[in-house]
């Protein structure tokens, strides 16, 4: 069941504000998936008897970060990944750089779940967790891939950079 934000009586747009739905169960089970996949991963990885590192050094912490942006970047803008957001998404627009927007569709859960794809900063906490769990695991390996992506975000970056300086030489 969805609730809305604001009464018919008006909220801060006043009554004739269109109410907006707030889909609370299908937050609720996002939430709840999230919290019981993590929490799977934490009883696992304490009944496996392997340890945490006892710390984890800023290089990496910057490696798993620039992962984490561009695997939520990729989720949530990339043409290609239209295919997994399409079910909870339509699409509105480019957004430059070969990246889409969308919006999210449908009641409830779908609407709920469309509103995490369509957010990279929705889904960096679900994939900076999912790189961690990975880091705890399988450090090396976990750290290799986020190399590989890391890697692909500084080469967009120097993509943007090159553009920039191509366009303000030719005026």
Known sequence: MAVNRFPEEGGP???????????LRGY??????????????ALGFRRSGRTLP???PPWD???LGTATYKVSRLLARDK?????????TRRTGTAGANEVMDEPRGHGLR????????CPFCLAA??????VCGYAVAPRATRLAACGLSAVTVSDW???AWSATQQRAEG
């Open 111 to 118: 609407l709920a779940t469309g509103e995490l794809l369509a």
């Open 61 to 63: 912490v910057l490696l």
């Open 80 to 88: 290609i990944t239209g295919l997994v957001r399409a079910p909870f």
């Open 13 to 23: 747009g006043g009554p004739e504000a269109e109410a907006e739905e707030v889909p």
């Open 28 to 41: 609720a089970v996002l939430a709840g998936t999230y919290l019981t996949a993590t929490a799977l991963f």
């Open 126 to 131: 679900w994939v900076g967790t999912s790189l």
């Open 158 to 160: 120097l993509q943007y």
């Open 54 to 56: 006892a710390r984890v």
